[in-house]
């Protein structure tokens, strides 16, 4: 199947949607912005899913979303078939983007807690000793995850941020479900260890 080259006439429209993910992650490449769409049209459901699962806002996962296709336009010439589907290199972006969020969503409200601690504490004492603790114990389970290897923390996160079954990682992650299995339960039995035996992770 033939795919455009500088200096060629372009693929029509319905011509552009007859193509396969790496024919479009080509022409893309070259600079076509009618295959970043058609591209755009195909993945974005997912892409917004993955946001939102991880990030829990409709308003953020949207942000998060509209950024992981940016940098899919700027980068589009660093996708390496070898490492993997379109679907797969692209949810990967949206799953970096969107843990990026997390953490500065997590900076942010760090910030505003201290700025509110001294009033909270005066009209609400027990209930603000829950919601520190609750804070601490998040900032724990994100200490633990940032300690393990790449592969063990990335399914760590799509389970734990994400809610996604075993079953749905290895298909995200193009892996075996046997693999993604024992990624999870080494990273759990690292955490668990981490943690010490008189605590339990959920």
Not at 25 to 50: K, N, Q
Not at 161 to 171: K, L, P, S, V
């Amino acid at each position: 199947m033939a795919t455009h080259r500088r200096g060629e006439p372009p693929v029509d429209a319905a011509g552009l949607r007859q193509l396969g993910d790496e024919e479009l992650m080509r022409l893309i490449a070259g600079g076509d912005p009618r295959a970043f769409e058609v591209v755009y049209e195909r993945h974005c459901t997912a892409a917004f899913s993955l946001a939102y699962r991880i990030c829990g806002v409709r308003a953020t996962a949207e942000e998060v979303a509209q950024e992981a296709f940016l940098a899919i336009w700027r980068s589009g010439a660093r996708y390496d078939r070898t490492r993997g589907s379109v679907r797969t290199w692209l949810l990967g972006v949206v799953h970096n983007r969107a843990i990026d969020m997390l953490r500065r969503t997590t900076v942010h409200e760090r910030h505003r807690a201290a700025d509110e601690r001294a009033a909270e504490s005066i009209e609400a004492p027990e209930r603000t000793e829950v919601e520190a603790a609750r804070r601490e114990e998040a900032r724990s389970v994100r200490g633990l995850i940032d300690e393990l290897p790449d592969e063990q923390r990335r399914v760590i996160e799509l389970a734990y941020f994400g809610g996604f079954t075993e079953e749905q990682i290895a298909r995200m992650l193009d892996a075996p479900l046997g693999t993604v299995k024992g990624r999870m339960r080494l990273a759990l039995e690292k955490m668990r260890a981490s943690i010490g035996p008189t605590e339990a992770l959920p």
